[in-house]
């Protein structure tokens, strides 16, 4: 089951057409597809929970017909699953729609996040975003996040996870100094950012320099000129 403990603050002047757009895709009619259709990428429900499907192998073995086999993750968890399927089984397909908000500010275990087109304020947990707590801590005031929203029968419309973008640009806060002889090669150095967080970053990069971080691997990728 997904969360539901989320909040969405929407301006009075989107209400009516927030809502309207919420019932349509609650209201979307859902189906079931053979497992031997079902693409890479989909989204199925299976022993109660969202998967995305990440691979398929289909395979055949004589008397016992064809066998498809799956790799899915658990789109609340990120757990990863190996399944095998009959040819002839069927799974619902569920409809998953990723959105980009704001970063606002953090209260707590809660995030606060603004759509930037409607200004609707939606409240989402830190538990719920793809990266863990490391991807967390590179959070900054007015970055893009993007929420992937998924659709069940049960539960509608909710919010699944988010996730922060793959770079970001940073500004350095602080820098401390290596001492002693520089070695050969690229000597790095540790640099405190804006939004708090810690990155090694090569001798040259100084205080008030803005650089291009990958945040998936927390690596600095060049400095911005």
């Known amino acids: 089951m997904l969360r539901s403990t989320y909040m969405i603050r929407p301006r009075a002047s989107f209400l009516f057409s927030q809502q309207q757009r919420l019932l349509d895709l609650s209201s979307k009619r859902f189906y079931k597809m053979s497992v031997g259709t079902i693409k890479k990428g989909q989204v199925v429900q299976f022993k109660n929970k969202a998967w995305k499907v990440l691979n398929r192998d289909h395979s055949s073995s004589g008397r016992g017909g064809a066998v498809i086999k799956m790799e899915i993750q658990d789109i609340k968890t990120m757990a990863k699953s190996n399944e095998r399927f009959k040819s002839n089984d069927t ?39 793809e990266g863990g707590e490391r991807a967390v801590s590179m959070l900054e005031d007015g970055m893009p996040i993007s929420i992937s929203f998924l659709t069940t029968p049960e539960e509608g419309r909710q919010p699944a996870l988010f996730k922060l973008p793959a770079n970001h640009v940073f500004t350095v806060g602080s820098v401390v100094e290596r001492a ?19 990155l090694q970053v090569p001798e040259f990069v100084h205080e008030g320099d803005r650089i291009l971080v990958d945040i998936e691997n927390m690596k600095y990728m060049k400095r911005e000129l």
């Open 91 to 129: 799974l619902e397909i569920l409809n998953l729609q990723e959105e980009t908000y704001q970063y606002l500010y953090s209260e707590g275990a809660q995030l606060h996040l603004l759509h930037p087109e409607t200004f609707d304020e939606i409240i989402l947990t830190k538990d719920m975003c």
């Open 180 to 198: 002693g002889q520089a070695a050969k090669g690229t000597v790095y150095k540790t640099a405190s950012l804006s939004n708090g967080a810690k």
